[in-house]
């Protein structure tokens, strides 16, 4: 029996021997679902992470996109102004030519006023003298030739007048000679 009590003692090592590799099998397992567990919540902390990743690229490239679209917009913008003040500048000196034309020509028509003032008191109005002097007699001229325009524009008429009532006396005293001469 006392074999059987070794086989026993035997067995009932082995038995906890097995159990004790049960429990550490079974620790085993549980440490392996946990490890299983976080490498789900891994892999689902990178796709989320991947669709975040995605997110930020696409958002970078739209920014990218956007900033070229605003430097070439400045770049325009930078070009035109050039232009306009170019143009600006080109406007104020023509302006400002304009404006020296001006003041040049009034210089100088004040200075031809001034002179004529000074011919004017000087009695070198000489010329003036005559040319008012034409004027005046060619108005009188005018109005002279419009009153025998006038005189002679009558007398036409009084002329052409006669002559009317000649024809037409003419022509009743043909016609009452032709009368009596048919009856």
């Given at each position: 029996?006392?074999?059987?009590?070794?086989?026993?003692?035997?067995?009932?090592?082995?038995?906890?021997?097995?159990?004790?590799?049960?429990?550490?099998?079974?620790?085993?397992?549980?440490?392996?679902?946990?490890?299983?567990?976080?490498?789900?919540?891994?892999?689902?902390?990178?796709?989320?992470?991947?669709?975040?990743?995605?997110?930020?690229?696409?958002?970078?490239?739209?920014?990218?996109?956007?900033?070229?679209?605003?430097?070439?917009?400045?770049?325009?913008?930078?070009?035109?102004?050039?232009?306009?003040?170019?143009?600006?500048?080109?406007?104020?000196?023509?302006?400002?030519?304009?404006?020296?034309?001006?003041?040049?020509?009034?210089?100088?028509?004040?200075?031809?006023?001034?002179?004529?003032?000074?011919?004017?008191?000087?009695?070198?109005?000489?010329?003036?003298?005559?040319?008012?002097?034409?004027?005046?007699?060619?108005?009188?001229?005018?109005?002279?030739?419009?009153?025998?325009?006038?005189?002679?524009?009558n007398s036409m008429s009084a002329f052409a007048e006669e002559i009317l009532e000649d024809l037409?006396?003419?022509?009743?005293?043909?016609?009452?000679?032709?009368?009596s001469l048919i009856s």
């Open positions: 029996m006392e074999d059987s009590g070794t086989i026993l003692l035997q067995i009932s090592c082995l038995k906890d021997m097995l159990d004790q590799v049960n429990e550490e099998i079974e620790a085993n397992i549980q440490i392996t679902r946990e490890i299983e567990s976080e490498i789900v919540r891994c892999t689902e902390f990178e796709a989320a992470l991947s669709i975040r990743e995605s997110q930020l690229t696409k958002s970078l490239y739209i920014s990218h996109f956007e900033i070229d679209g605003f430097l070439s917009v400045a770049a325009d913008s930078r070009n035109s102004l050039k232009r306009l003040e170019e143009e600006l500048g080109c406007l104020r000196s023509k302006r400002d030519e304009t404006l020296k034309r001006i003041e040049n020509k009034r210089e100088e028509f004040t200075k031809m006023c001034l002179e004529f003032q000074r011919d004017i008191e000087n009695g070198d109005n000489s010329e003036l003298v005559t040319l008012l002097s034409e004027k005046e007699l060619l108005k009188n001229e005018i109005h002279l030739l419009e009153k025998k325009n006038n005189a002679l524009s037409y006396t003419s022509n009743a005293g043909s016609t009452m000679k032709a009368a």
